[in-house]
């Protein structure tokens, strides 16, 4: 991946249905969505994404940038929307 800060309508152009770990984020103003960083790793495999992500120790945001509702049949995904919905 590059060092390039993207804004997040670029991350979702560049890397379309994809798992993306964002380092050094920015956010809104006040809200947890963010606003723009540095992509470090992309993934269309949710499981690989998550081995390859787990020893990331920076400041970092997790986004999907295809359509959540394609991932029902994720059990990860599935438990914790449900668990969120509560």
Known sequence: MSDKRMS???IFSVFPN???LIID???????AEVKSGI???SSES???FL??????KVNSAVEFTGDLASLEHD???TSYWRKIKK
Do not use: C, N, Q
């Open 18 to 20: 994809r798992w993306v």
């Open 39 to 41: 992509v470090k790793l």
């Open 51 to 56: 081995e390859k992500s787990a020893d990331v």
């Open 8 to 10: 997040i309508e670029e």
């Open 75 to 77: 059990p990860i995904i």
């Open 25 to 31: 984020p920015e956010y809104h103003l006040g809200t």
């Open 46 to 48: 949710h499981e690989e």
